[in-house]
């Protein structure tokens, strides 16, 4: 991996949902906003790892970020 990327000043904020598919297996998801979740659950690229079905909900779960970006030296 370049080095010059752990250093780049970068941060990508990535939503993460619990989801759940109608034969009840729970996933998570990470989307770049409510917006890109619903935009691609919509458009059905939103399916389940396991079975790979397409009808797929959110959970209500605790609210969480998945922050990533540059680091200091």
Request: glycine share 8%; net charge negative.
């Amino acid at each position: 991996m370049d080095p010059a990327w752990w250093n780049s000043s970068v941060v990508v904020v990535m939503k993460v949902l619990d989801l759940q598919c109608e034969h009840q297996h729970v996933f998570e998801g990470w989307f770049s906003s409510e917006i890109d979740f619903q935009d691609q659950q919509g458009r059905g690229l939103v399916e389940c790892p396991v079975c790979g079905n397409a009808s797929v909900v959110k959970m209500l779960s605790a609210p969480r970020l998945n922050l990533a970006g540059g680091r200091e030296n």
